[in-house]
């Protein structure tokens, strides 16, 4: 029915808007209606234009792996004839699994950074950095620059790693106080146990020199290392030994404790001025400078601390007195000792040969008489070779048991003196020595001095 057409009345008008659902658009006023004339060429060309579209894009077909049946329709998983899944098709239990295995990935990777990483490492590397450079070279860095350039340069979730991502910077520099330097630096890192942290600690006690990882309790009772720069020993502290150190970061004390129990990880930071950058003349242009020399202070307590680190690093050995006796060997001298041929027996030996020897000695006075020695003083020894004395006053004269005294020749005299009779030698300490078999044993023969002749 056209509703534009003169022919139509108002009262078939009123009649078809009744019979018209609500919402509909005779209900409209005639001036605000559009023509459906007009309207309809223009929905029969996005008819067509949509189905175009929909022609221009073909289904997707395949073919079922087990049957080879046709497949046309994307919504069949499984083939009708023989239930075959659909090759190509949407695999639920395939894309959950891969779904699975990635969120187990993460999970693993994310413990694994969480079980490596320490807390505020960049904190504490620079407190390190700020406290060395003013002891070492008296210059203090712009804190804003600083902590700026290693938050965008060497954001590491370790000590160590901080220093390695500092020193692969080869163009970066830094401020000092007052923009008047350029510094390029360089971090030396070298791994400590707790002895030598202690022992560096007693060597610059107020400077933080080295970063520590301490296991501390952290959010909901989880432990976690925490970076902390060590300065200081604990004060008072009865028990084992305590070090103390700064933290930077925000969730932890600004001081936290440390000892053998505790530490993660330690590692003593020297910073390395490389070049230096000053601004001089008016147009302020950098001009490249060597770096500064050493304070004096530095010097001293480097040699303080590496004697320190020398003796504490030599191993010392166990010299109790059980181990020496079961493994010594017994020492030769030991054994002259027991033998009487020591230094001491030695020089007691040439002290009484000395004095026996010596005319005024004891014991050359009691071998020698009222008026001069006694005849068996001066004894001969007959043999194959020249004749030989033997030392006079040591009293150790050999007897051979086999021979016999020769027969002393005495001339007559009327009168003989006292000093003439003949004596037997008091050779009692001596007697029964017998001689090594096979051996010539010579004649000890006694001389007699004889009185002068009266017919001489």
Known sequence: ?????????????????????????????????????????????????????????????????????????????????????????????????????????????????????????????????QDMLQVKYGLVLDEADLFAKLRHHCNGSTPEEVVSLFNSQRDLHFRTRGCQRLLALQLDWKPMDFPQLCAMVKTMPGTASGVAAAQETVGEGTAAPVAIAVFREAYGADGPKMLMGRCGGSSAPPLLALNARNLRLAGLIEPRIVSELRTAGPSKKPVERTAP???????SATKAQDSALLERSVP?????????????????????????????????????????????????????????????????????????????????YQEPAPCPMEPITVLPQPSQP????PQTPRLSGLMGLTPPTGLDVPKLTPRVLAPPSPWM
């Open 293 to 299: 020399p050493w304070r004096d202070e530095y010097v």
């Open 1 to 129: 029915m056209d509703f534009d057409s003169p022919s139509i009345s108002r009262a078939s008008r009123a009649s078809h808007n009744e019979r018209l659902p609500a919402g509909s658009p005779a209900f409209l006023p005639p001036r605000r209606r559009l023509l459906v004339s007009k309207t309809r060429p223009s929905q029969a060309v996005k008819r067509q234009d949509s189905s175009s579209e929909s022609e221009q894009l073909p289904a997707k077909s395949s073919r079922c792996s087990n049957c080879g049946h046709l497949l046309t329709d994307m919504d069949l998983v499984f083939c009708p004839h023989c239930g075959q899944r659909r090759a190509g098709g949407l695999d639920m239990a395939a894309a959950f699994d891969a779904v699975r295995n990635a969120v187990e990935e993460e999970k693993a990777r994310q413990s694994r950074t969480a079980s490596t990483a320490v807390l505020h490492s960049l904190e504490a590397v620079a407190m390190v950095v």
């Open 418 to 421: 006292a000093w003439a009779q």
């Open 316 to 396: 010392k050995l166990d010299l109790s007195e059980a181990p020496r006796k079961a493994l010594r060997r017994p020492s030769p001298r030991r054994k002259d000792e027991k033998g009487g041929s020591s230094a001491t027996s030695s020089a007691r030996l040439t002290q009484c040969s000395t004095e026996a020897s010596r005319s005024y000695s004891p014991e050359r006075q009691r071998l020698s008489g009222p008026h001069g020695p006694l005849p068996f003083a001066n004894l001969q020894v007959s043999g194959p070779g020249p004749g030989l004395e033997p030392p006079m006053g040591l009293g150790l």
